[in-house]
T-cell receptor, first 112, second 116 residues
Framework: KQEVTQIPAALSVPEGENLVLNCSFT??????LQWFRQDPGKGLTSLLLIQSSQREQTSGRLNASLDKSSGRSTLYIAASQPGDSATYLCAVTGGSQGNLIFGKGTKLSVKP | EAEVAQSPRYKITEKSQAVAFWCDPI?????LYWYRQILGQGPELLVQ????????DSQLPKDRFSAERLKGVDSTLKIQPAELGDSAMYLCASSSRWDSSYNEQFFGPGTRLTVL
């Protein structure tokens, strides 16, 4: 059974700092990996999708990497801003029908 | 920009009552998912549709939950009777196809259910 773990559970950094969020998964047989952002009480916003054949994806200040063989992904946020404060969720496609298996998320707080 | 629509955004009900949630996926998306997210946890799949057919409902509590997508477009998730433990965020997502490595799922704003 696929399991996804995110470390740390919470992170507080000063504005301007570069930071890394970690995600690990137990079964390397995935279609892809997605990173999401969730603001309190809101739905999920897709940030980046990395296909299983890819190593990384970039969007603006965000860079996500994927190492399927070791079951790990990282989300790098450059020059963090208070507006980046949110919960970041990692999810991999699992099961036979391509549904997402989520981690519990990392709650990020960027202090001005 | 195309979005997944959900209603209502918030629902408060008493236990043993019936509740229903509605989802309209992004136009042209054949795959529709309903997830449940308990506070502090990641979302978990309840049911997945491919067009109008259910392809995975293994985690759906079928004694009280039902879901349909009659014309392969919008979908309704129903709970009857609601229990205290059903309090959660109910999220709908859609994608163009599930069997692709580019199966990017897009989520709606969710329905926050509180059962009293």
């Amino acid at each position: 059974k696929q399991e996804v773990t995110q470390i740390p559970a919470a992170l507080s950094v000063p504005e301007g700092e570069n930071l890394v969020l970690n995600c690990s998964f137990t079964d390397s047989a995935i279609y892809n990996l997605q990173w999401f952002r969730q603001d309190p009480g809101k739905g999920l916003t897709s940030l980046l999708l990395i296909q299983s054949s890819q190593r990384e994806q970039t969007s603006g200040r965000l860079n996500a990497s994927l190492d399927k063989s070791s079951g790990r992904s990282t989300l790098y946020i450059a020059a963090s801003q208070p507006g980046d404060s949110a919960t970041y969720l990692c999810a991999v496609t699992g099961g036979s029908q391509g549904n997402l298996i989520f981690g519990k998320g990392t709650k990020l707080s960027v202090k001005p | 920009e195309a979005e997944v629509a959900q209603s209502p955004r918030y629902k408060i009900t008493e236990k043993s009552q019936a509740v229903a949630f509605w989802c309209d996926p992004i136009s042209g998306h054949a795959t529709l998912y309903w997830y449940r997210q308990i506070l502090g946890q990641g979302p978990e799949l309840l049911v997945q549709f491919q067009d109008e057919s259910v392809v995975d409902d293994s985690q759906l509590p079928k004694d009280r939950f039902s879901a349909e997508r009659l014309k392969g477009v919008d979908s309704t998730l129903k709970i009857q009777p609601a229990e205290l433990g059903d309090s959660a965020m109910y999220l709908c997502a859609s994608s163009s196809r599930w069997d692709s490595s580019y199966n990017e799922q897009f989520f709606g704003p969710g329905t926050r259910l509180t059962v009293l």
